[in-house]
Nanobody, 120 residues
Framework: QVQLVESGGGLVQPGGSLRLSCAAS????????MGWYRQAPGKQRELVAV???????NYADSVKGRFTISRDNANNTVYLQMNSLKPEDTAGYYC??????????????WGQGTQVTVSS
């Protein structure tokens, strides 16, 4: 079994910063793509940022220049540094990781989600 544990959400004022973390553990043989999604109330879940095993990144247009995704392969962890936060960034943030298990089962796993609220 695989577990994804997220941390780092909270309440921040507009213009502030937060750093999200998502650590994978359990029956892991290798990790491929790691990403972050978000879902605001009444809206569909959307891709925020993704990073490949080789470090190639891709961002939603709405966060380009403000958010940075990175990963620590030694610790099976993905990060999302969020700067210049806006009220419209308010949402539940979920990590999404493509994992090959020790039993050679390849599938995506979701974190439990962490709330980010941007408000004055």
């Amino acid at each position: 079994q695989v577990q994804l544990v997220e941390s780092g959400g909270g309440l921040v004022q507009p213009g502030g910063s937060l750093r999200l973390s998502c650590a994978a553990s359990g029956s892991i043989r290798s990790i491929s793509t790691m990403g972050w999604y978000r879902q605001a109330p009444g809206k569909q879940r959307e891709l925020v940022a993704v990073i490949s095993s080789g470090g190639t990144t891709n961002y939603a247009d709405s966060v380009k220049g403000r958010f940075t995704i990175s990963r620590d392969n030694a610790n099976n962890t993905v990060y999302l540094q969020m700067n210049s936060l806006k009220p419209e960034d308010t949402a539940g943030y979920y990590c999404n990781v493509l994992i090959l298990s020790e039993g050679y089962n390849l599938r995506y796993w979701w974190g439990q989600g962490t709330q980010v609220t941007v408000s004055s």
